[in-house]
């Protein structure tokens, strides 16, 4: 079992900047596929960035060029850093981890509004 802690989120202004942190249980991190998903009401959860164990990533294209994903692995966090928020960022982040199975974080809420 995983157990993931995420911090950050909240509000922001739009073109304004957050970073989201994820914290993972485990001796194995060096190990787990990190990823970021978003949920919005009545929309299914998406997949917004992924990083590897090889460091090999993947973005949503609506955040290419505007989130960055990245991980430490001595501290067992993954992060995602947002920049250029829009309106339409506006979702409950989670953070996920595959390790033979799926593991999700509580999720945080991230609001884009002036």
């Known amino acids: 079992q995983v157990q993931l802690v995420e911090s950050g989120g909240g509000t922001v202004q739009p073109g304004g900047s957050q970073i989201l942190s994820c914290q993972a249980s485990?001796?194995?991190?060096?190990?787990?596929?990190m990823g970021w998903y978003r949920q919005t009401p009545g929309k299914e959860r998406e997949r917004v960035a992924q990083?590897?164990?090889?460091?090999?990533?993947y973005y949503l294209d609506s955040v290419k060029g505007r989130f960055t994903i990245s991980r430490d692995n001595a501290k067992n966090t993954a992060y995602l850093q947002m920049r250029d928020l829009k309106p339409e960022d506006t979702a409950v982040y989670y953070c996920?981890?595959?390790?033979?199975?799926?593991?999700w974080g509580q999720g945080t809420q991230v609001t884009v509004s002036s």
């Open positions: 996920n981890v595959y390790f033979f199975q799926h593991f």
């Open positions: 485990g001796s194995s991190f060096t190990s787990y596929i």
């Open positions: 990083i590897s164990t090889e460091d090999g990533l």
